[in-house]
């Protein structure tokens, strides 16, 4: 379950930077394309940000993850570029 983990933590982690670059770069200069493209990444991201804290929560006591180290793994999901950290530092 640590590699689907590993996986999920590094998949998520890829399409939060693809929704902030559909925002920043495609947003500004091609409304409708940032449109189309939204929901979709929108809701892969979604999908892959509930597996990646189900995952966490079902990893706390096999990795006996402490408190501090198990709120670092659940904050590391909310900052973009987290969960690459946490994927090389807990997996």
Known sequence: MLKIFKITAIL???????LFANMLFIKPNNTELYHTL???IGMTHGILF??????AF????PQKWGVRDFGI????????FGTFYVEKKYC
Do not use: D
């Not at 998520?12 to 693809?18: A, K, R, T």
């Not at 509930?50 to 995952?55: D, E, K, Q, S």
């Open 12 to 18: 998520e982690g890829i399409s939060y930077l693809v």
């Open 38 to 40: 939204l929901y979709p």
């Open 50 to 55: 509930i597996g990646y804290i189900i995952l």
């Open 58 to 61: 079902l990893l706390k006591t």
């Open 73 to 80: 793994i659940l904050i590391a999901s909310l900052l973009p």
